[in-house]
């Protein structure tokens, strides 16, 4: 019997996105500084522990997937799901993110536990990502996981801005028991969220051909070191070659550009406030928890990338967020009697541009394929999302490391409520030169991206008719052109013969 996908369900499964998108919108806005005010570590020691432990998660992120694949020939993916086995052990593992905030440590205990965090994390949320695929093969039902699942990461968003500051606000600006206190909420939170997720989802059954191939499985794994190694050697060489996708090249460009930027920004904007702007964390969390504006955004952007393409969508992200940090400029140096106003009405703008930078990267790539596809015949979905993900958490431990760099190189003070003016000046370049430097060159790219609804039609039509043995002589200049623009190829590189 076929197991239907509810509204409950799809809200069941959506929840382990409060984590996905708390715990880490937590940790961006709030870690470095807790660590550099309340812990007494130095900006470039904060900064690393990210750093390192993002490295290796993009490490175990590039694997974890192919690993659960497999899951199903061990006892334990037979008797719990090859999935879901892993949202069962990471449930009360989620208990390790209080652990992130106890003072009183050393380097070497936060660098441990954000290591441990950052794998039991990967290890719940990359087989979670698989379970509509799982559940159900319809597109609607599909549709509505995902649908749920992005509602509920918007508010993980939220909570993990406004809570902050309510406590804060509770227990003072100078008190570390708040982040404890907002630590062990969320890991109670986290906990049950996946535990949720775990109870309500299923896993399709194993096909035949999945239970054949155990012994073939079990053949391969006694393979020699040399061909293990070869065998590697191979998978990064696929990883390489979706580079050669000049839509890809221009996408990932795009997506690790803006998203940084976005980090830069979330990483920085605390410490902007506190010393540049003059004003309280809590009132910087306020600001920052704004992004509620993003759950009405998102739906309009569902609309707009329809009718306008993403193209255009990423330029009036870019420009509407390059018009904010001009505008908070202006109010770091003229100090204006109307600041506070004028911060709420920058930070719900800052919002709506960022609501449509991170909607929109993820809604380009399921078409990236079909133009991968154009140029090797083959269906590679997989390796161009471990491709982006293992890019973005690179990414995201290079600027977190950097940011830490050039705080501590600028004469940030560790502790101290007072900084020098150069280690102001400091934080403010970050923002505006780090933060709009990269949403600038974002843009750049952005304006010479030209996948849209209207190209990847006639893409995947001509891929249709090359399937039906259609002549690749008698393409017509227009489809010829616009496949070259997106692969990169000559059209005669393209679809490869067979012979």
Not at 118 to 132: F, G, R, S
Not at 213 to 219: V, W
Not at 375 to 395: H, I
């Given at each position: ?252 460009a795009i997506y690790l550009l803006s998203f940084t930027a976005k980090d830069i920004f979330n990483t920085v904007f605390v410490f902007f406030c506190v010393y540049c702007l003059s004003v309280s964390s809590s009132f910087a969390a306020g600001l920052l928890s704004l992004s509620i504006i993003g759950l009405p955004v998102t ?124 280690a102001i000046s400091t934080i403010a370049m970050l923002l505006f030169i780090g933060t709009g430097g990269l949403l600038a060159l974002a843009l750049w790219v952005a304006l010479t991206f030209r996948l849209n609804k209207r190209t990847h039609t006639i893409l995947v039509q001509d891929v249709e008719r090359l399937k039906n ?15 070259e623009d997106l692969t990169g190829y000559r059209y005669d590189k393209v679809w490869p013969q067979t012979r």
């Amino acid at each position: 019997m076929t197991r239907k996908v509810t509204i409950p369900i799809g809200i069941g499964y959506g929840l382990t996105d409060i984590m996905g998108g708390g715990a880490f919108t937590v940790i961006g806005a709030w870690l470095l500084f807790y660590y550099t005010t309340f812990v007494g570590l130095s900006p470039i020691q904060a900064a690393s522990i990210v750093g390192i432990a993002r490295i290796v998660d993009a490490i175990v992120s590039l694997f974890m997937g192919s690993f659960t694949d497999h899951f199903y020939k061990n006892h334990f993916g037979k008797k719990f799901g090859r999935r879901r086995f892993f949202l069962l052990i990471g449930s009360p593992l989620m208990l390790v993110y209080a652990l992130l905030w106890l003072n009183g440590m050393n380097y070497w205990f936060y660098l441990s536990v954000y290591l441990l965090f950052e794998i039991i994390a990967a290890m719940v949320l990359i087989p979670w990502e698989t379970l509509p695929s799982e559940m159900t093969k319809d597109f609607n039902q599909r549709t509505k996981l995902s649908t749920c699942r992005m509602f509920l990461s918007a508010v993980g968003t939220f909570m993990a801005t406004f809570i902050p500051g309510l406590l804060i606000g509770h227990f003072g600006e100078n008190n570390a028991m708040a982040y404890l206190v907002n630590g062990l909420f969320f890991a109670v939170l986290f906990a049950v969220c996946v535990m949720v997720s775990y109870s309500v989802t299923w896993e399709r059954a194993l096909t035949p051909a999945m239970l054949a191939d155990l012994d073939r499985i079990k053949s391969t794994d006694k393979k020699t070191l040399g061909q293990q190694l070869r065998r590697f050697g191979k998978l990064w060489a696929e990883y390489g070659s979706t580079l050669k996708i000049r839509a890809f090249r221009k996408h990932l460009a795009i997506y690790l550009l803006s998203f940084t930027a976005k980090d830069i920004f979330n990483t920085v904007f605390v410490f902007f406030c506190v010393y540049c702007l003059s004003v309280s964390s809590s009132f910087a969390a306020g600001l920052l928890s704004l992004s509620i504006i993003g759950l009405p955004v998102t739906l309009l952007a569902g609309l707009a990338i329809v009718k306008y393409g993403p193209s255009r969508l990423y330029i009036c992200s870019y420009s509407i967020m390059l018009l904010c940090l001009a505008s908070l400029y202006a109010v770091y140096v003229y100090h204006p009697q109307s600041k506070i106003l004028l911060l709420y009405a920058i930070a719900v703008t800052y919002q709506i541009g960022r609501c449509l930078l991170e909607f929109t990267p993820w809604n380009v790539f399921p078409f990236i394929p079909d133009i991968d596809e154009m140029v090797t015949k083959k269906r590679r979905e997989g390796l161009f999302a471990a491709v982006m993900t293992f890019s973005r958490k690179t990414t995201v431990a290079i600027a977190t490391f950097f940011v830490g760099v050039i705080l501590q190189e600028g004469g940030f003070i560790t502790g101290s409520a007072v900084q020098s003016a150069h280690a102001i000046s400091t934080i403010a370049m970050l923002l505006f030169i780090g933060t709009g430097g990269l949403l600038a060159l974002a843009l750049w790219v952005a304006l010479t991206f030209r996948l849209n609804k209207r190209t990847h039609t006639i893409l995947v039509q001509d891929v249709e008719r090359l399937k039906n043995s259609g002549d690749k002589q008698q393409v017509d200049p227009r489809t010829r052109a616009i496949v070259e623009d997106l692969t990169g190829y000559r059209y005669d590189k393209v679809w490869p013969q067979t012979r």
